[in-house]
């Protein structure tokens, strides 16, 4: 890549810039698959065939899906990123494909402990709060709260904790083409929120506090 003019990019060692006269393309490397985008069509077809003069390449053309994630195009020029196909396999695989739709991930009226019990709720419990894991860091950051919220009782989880996960999925089944939406636009505003529960952790009076960055 360094060799067609390309530089890597100090914050992600699979991401390779390259300006031009003002004009800029991005190629993504991740094992053997290749996203490029760009400003300019013409930089970004002159990509395509230095790359393919060095590598043994095929154009999927314009991509749709790629590492388990849909990218949708909106009538605005906005692209959504989200994760529908994997919602549906992850309700199935735990059993709540027909579950009915909530509009909340968390109860709020329900306060959850940790417990000393001998035994532990015969769910899978840790599996799927996995599963939430990686659905909410793609594309998902709305559940961001309550998953954090029943990873706290890994441990030992029990009835009413794996209720709260189960919420969740139910949540998940209402909102399956939400995710991440990036509007075109040349200006950029930064902002920054914060928010704290001040001690609402009923079993240590820890808490939880938040930030989120964002343009």
């Known amino acids: 890549m360094c060799?067609?003019?390309?530089?890597?990019?100090?914050?992600d060692p699979c991401l390779y810039i390259k300006v031009v006269d003002g004009q800029c393309v991005l190629v993504l490397v991740y094992v053997d698959d290749v996203l490029i985008t760009g400003s300019s069509p013409e930089l970004i077809s002159r990509t395509k065939t230095d790359l393919k003069t060095r590598f043994e390449m095929t154009d999927s053309g314009k991509c749709a899906f790629v590492l388990g994630i849909e990218l949708v195009d909106g009538p605005d020029g906005s692209v959504t990123m989200c994760q529908r196909r994997y919602v549906d396999d992850i309700l199935k695989r735990f059993a709540m494909d027909?579950?009915?739709?909530?509009?909340?991930?968390?109860?709020?009226?329900?306060?959850?402990?940790?417990?000393?019990?001998?035994?532990?709720?015969?769910?899978?419990?840790?599996?799927?709060?996995?599963?939430?894991?990686?659905?909410?860091?793609?594309?998902?950051?709305?559940?961001?709260?309550?998953?954090?919220?029943?990873?706290r009782f890994m441990e030992n989880p029990q009835e009413e904790h794996w209720v709260a996960v189960k919420r969740i999925f139910r949540y998940l089944q209402g909102t399956k083409t939400h995710g991440i939406c990036f509007k075109p636009g040349d200006k950029i505003d930064f902002r920054g929120y914060s928010d704290a529960d001040w001690a609402g952790d009923l079993a240590d009076r820890k808490s939880t506090s938040g930030t989120r960055s964002c343009s």
């Open 98 to 151: 027909e579950c009915k739709a909530v509009v909340s991930p968390v109860d709020m009226s329900t306060r959850l402990v940790p417990s000393d019990a001998a035994t532990k709720v015969n769910a899978p419990f840790r599996e799927a709060v996995g599963a939430l894991m990686h659905l909410m860091t793609a594309t998902r950051p709305d559940i961001a709260y309550a998953v954090g919220y029943v990873s």
């Open 3 to 11: 060799s067609i003019g390309f530089q890597v990019s100090a914050f």
